[in-house]
C-alpha cells in the first residue's frame, strides 16, 4: 500500500501525465461530473460519479473503423486502424469497473472487436472507493463491492491522503513511475474507511433486490409477462438509459461520404428506437413494449444465459436518475420478481 | 494488429443473372478472379456497398462450386435497390461467412430430404440442395417443393427445369399461386401442395420462405406426422456486425448472425416467439 497527500494530488497527476494521457474526472458548470483529459490546473471532481459511463474510453459513442475510396466501379478499402496510445484513467467507480468485465465478454469473445482490444490493452484503470454510496447505488447486489474496486490500481481518498494499492501488472508499473511521491504505508485508514463504506451499504435502500428470480433459463417465465404492458407503457423510447448505461454495448454501423471518401464508423446504438430491429420487409420488434422487455430481458436473462450467469447491470443507478418517466431496472425486477418487493 | 471481421475483402461483380422482374443473381469473385472464402451451406456473408449500407445476404451457391459465390437478391430495401441497378465488373466488399451451416454431413447424411421453398426463400436453399446434388450418393431421395406468385417469380427456372429435375432420384414439384397462361403445372400456394403430396415422414424437411408459408407448411408437415426435430428453418432478422456483438438480431438469448441462421423447429420452440 502507498500513500500520497491530498495536497500533492497535481504532482502525481501531473507525474502521470508525463508518459500517457490521464482522465480524471471533473465538474462542469453546472456540478456534473465528466472524464476529462486532465492538465495543470483542472480539478478532480467530488461527485460520486459521472454523468455518463466509463465505457466510452474503450468504446467510443462514435468511432471510424475504415475507409473506402469509390471512383465509378472501384473500391479501395482502407484500413485506418492505428496503434492507440497508453492512457490512464483515474477515479473509475467500483460499478463501471465491473462493466469493463461485462463489454470483455462481448468484445473480446471470438471474434475480438479489435477497435475495443487495442483501447483496453492500452488503458490503465485506476478505480477509486465510493465514500459515500448513494440511495441510488445497489451496485452490492450484484456482488460488487464499493468499499473495494478492482482495476489495474484501487485507490482510497481520506480526508487527508489518498492510499494506493496495484492490482495488476500494469498497476504495478504505472505505482512505480510514481513511486518518488508516494510512500509506504499500513492500511489501517483504508480498512477504516472500507468499514464505514459497508456500514453505508448496509442501509441503503436498494441493495435486496429478488435476484435469484432472474439469470440463466429463464426466458420463458418472463417474456409473456403481463406486467411488460405495464412497465412499458410510459417509455419514451429515447433511449437514455442506453447511452448512460455502463454495460449497454448495442451498435451501429453507417457510412458518411465526405466527398472525398466513404467513412465508415460505428456509434452506440439502442434498442430502444424503433428502427433498430427494422428491415425492409418489417420489424421483429412492432412497438415500445418489446423494445422495452428486450432491454431488460438482456441484461436479466439473455446475458446471463450467454454468460455463466454474470448479469449485464453492475447498479450504476444512472438508469434510475436519468430517466425522464422515472421507470428504471430496479423497478422492473421488482415487479417481475415478486409483487412483494415492490 | 488483430485481423479484423468487420473490414471486408473486395468483391467484383462478374455477372448479373435477371431471374424474376425483382431478383437478380449476382456472381462475385476477388479482383484476382477467385473465390473470396469458402462456406457451408446455409451460410450468409454481408455485401456492401460504400456510401450505402452493407447487408446480410444467404450464399446462394455451393460450396462445391470453386470458382466464385452468387447472391440471389430481392429488390426490396435501400441496399438490394442500388446493388440491382449495378454492372459487371462493379466492386462490392463481402466479409464473412456468417452463422451456423446446416448438418449436411452428419444428421442429413443418408436421409431422404425434403426442400420447401417459396419466393426468394429458394436463395438460402439452393446452396444446400446443390451441395446435396454435388455429393448425390450421401443423400437418400431429394423432394423439392417451390412455388411463387407467378411462373417468372420462380428463382432459378432454369437450373431447375434443365438439371434438378433430370437427376435421378431427385423430384421437383412446382407450383405457382394462381392461374396463368403458358403454365401447365400445378396451381396452388406452398403450404398446400406439401399436403397433397403427402410425404412419408421417413426423411429431413427444410422450409425456407415468407413466413406465413413455413407457419403452414409446418402445420402440414406435422399433420403428415414429421416431429419438429426432423424440419429446419432459416431465419432472418437485422444485422450489423454480424459476429453477435451489435445487438439488434437476438431472439432470446440467440444470435441469429452467429446461432443461426438455421434452426430446428424444436429449438425455436425454445425461443421467445420474436422473428
Not at chain 1, 140 to 153: K, M, Y
Not at chain 2, 93 to 115: E, I, M, Y
Not at chain 2, 226 to 242: D, I
Request: glycine content about 8%; aromatic content about 10%.
Amino acid at each position: 500500500m502507498r500513500k500520497i497527500s491530498l495536497s500533492n494530488l497535481d504532482g502525481l497527476f501531473a507525474k502521470i501525465a508525463e508518459k500517457s494521457k490521464l482522465y480524471i474526472p471533473v465538474d462542469d458548470n453546472k456540478g456534473f461530473a465528466a472524464f476529462k483529459l486532465w492538465a495543470e490546473g483542472v480539478k478532480m471532481s467530488n461527485a460520486l460519479n459521472t454523468v455518463r459511463s466509463a465505457k466510452d474510453f474503450f468504446f467510443p459513442q462514435m468511432e471510424n473503423l475504415m475507409e473506402f475510396k469509390t471512383e465509378g466501379k472501384n473500391i479501395e478499402i482502407i484500413d485506418i486502424r492505428e496503434e492507440k496510445e497508453d492512457f490512464v484513467v483515474f477515479g473509475v467507480r467500483a460499478c463501471d469497473v465491473k462493466s469493463f468485465e461485462i463489454l470483455d465478454r462481448v468484445f473480446l469473445s471470438e471474434p475480438v472487436d479489435s477497435y475495443y482490444a487495442s483501447r483496453r490493452e492500452k488503458g490503465v484503470i485506476v478505480s477509486l472507493a465510493c465514500g459515500k454510496p448513494a440511495e441510488t447505488c445497489f451496485c452490492s447486489a450484484f456482488g460488487i463491492d464499493p468499499a473495494t474496486p478492482a482495476g489495474d490500481i484501487t485507490a482510497w481518498k481520506t480526508e487527508t491522503d489518498l492510499y494506493l494499492k496495484a492490482n495488476t501488472e500494469k498497476g504495478e508499473k504505472l505505482l512505480s513511475q510514481v513511486e518518488g511521491l508516494t510512500e509506504d504505508c499500513d492500511d489501517k485508514a483504508v480498512e477504516e474507511q472500507k468499514k464505514a463504506i459497508t456500514e453505508i451499504v448496509k442501509k441503503l435502500p436498494l441493495q435486496n433486490l429478488p435476484l435469484d428470480k432472474f439469470g440463466k433459463g429463464k426466458t420463458k417465465e418472463y417474456f409473456d409477462s403481463p406486467e411488460w404492458d405495464e412497465l412499458s407503457s410510459h417509455c419514451l423510447g429515447c433511449g437514455t438509459c442506453t447511452f448512460v448505461c455502463p454495460t449497454c454495448q448495442c451498435y451501429d454501423v453507417k457510412d458518411f461520404n465526405t466527398g472525398r471518401e466513404v467513412k465508415r464508423f460505428r456509434c452506440w446504438d439502442s434498442c430502444m428506437y424503433s428502427d433498430f430491429t427494422l428491415m425492409a420487409h418489417g420489424n421483429s420488434r412492432v412497438s415500445q413494449k418489446e423494445r422495452f422487455r428486450q432491454r431488460f430481458m438482456h441484461k436479466l436473462v439473455y446475458y446471463p444465459d450467454n454468460n455463466d450467469g454474470l448479469f449485464s447491470c453492475v447498479g450504476c443507478g444512472r438508469c434510475l436518475s436519468k430517466c425522464p418517466i422515472s421507470m428504471n431496472i430496479v423497478k422492473v425486477m421488482k415487479t417481475l420478481g415478486g409483487k412483494e418487493n415492490v | 494488429m488483430f485481423n479484423e471481421t468487420l473490414i471486408p475483402k473486395l468483391g467484383v461483380i462478374i455477372d448479373v443473372r435477371q431471374d424474376t422482374p425483382d431478383i437478380k443473381t449476382f456472381r462475385v469473385v476477388s479482383p484476382e478472379g477467385k473465390k473470396l472464402f469458402e462456406h457451408r451451406p446455409g451460410q450468409c456473408a454481408m455485401l456492401s456497398i460504400p456510401g450505402v449500407g452493407e447487408a446480410m445476404f444467404s450464399i446462394t451457391s455451393s460450396p462445391t462450386n470453386t470458382e466464385y459465390m452468387e447472391f440471389s437478391i430481392k429488390k426490396c430495401g435501400c441496399v438490394t435497390t442500388w446493388l440491382h441497378q449495378a454492372e459487371v465488373g462493379q466492386n462490392v466488399t463481402v466479409r464473412g461467412p456468417s452463422g451456423n451451416p446446416f448438418p449436411v454431413d452428419d444428421v442429413f447424411a443418408g436421409k431422404d430430404l425434403l426442400f420447401v421453398a417459396g419466393g426468394v426463400g429458394l436463395a438460402p436453399l439452393r446452396s444446400v440442395i446443390n451441395y446435396c446434388r454435388h455429393y448425390r450418393d450421401r443423400y437418400g431421395k431429394i423432394d423439392i417443393v417451390y412455388g411463387s406468385r407467378s411462373k417468372d417469380d420462380l428463382l432459378d427456372y432454369q437450373e431447375i427445369i434443365n438439371e434438378w429435375a433430370t437427376d435421378s432420384g431427385v423430384n421437383v414439384h412446382l407450383t405457382i399461386d394462381r392461374e396463368q397462361e403458358g403454365w401447365d403445372g400445378h396451381v396452388g400456394f406452398v403450404p398446400n401442395y406439401v399436403k397433397e403430396l403427402g410425404f412419408d415422414t421417413n426423411k429431413i424437411a427444410v422450409l425456407c420462405g415468407p413466413p406465413i408459408m413455413i407457419k403452414f407448411t409446418l402445420e402440414g408437415l406435422r399433420s403428415l406426422g414429421f416431429e419438429k426435430t426432423q424440419v429446419y428453418t432459416t431465419l432472418e432478422l437485422r444485422m450489423k456486425c454480424g459476429v453477435g456483438k451489435c445487438g439488434r438480431c437476438n431472439v432470446g438469448s440467440k444470435y441469429v448472425c452467429k446461432d443461426g441462421p438455421v434452426f430446428r423447429f424444436d429449438e425455436l420452440d425454445e425461443l421467445p416467439n420474436e422473428y
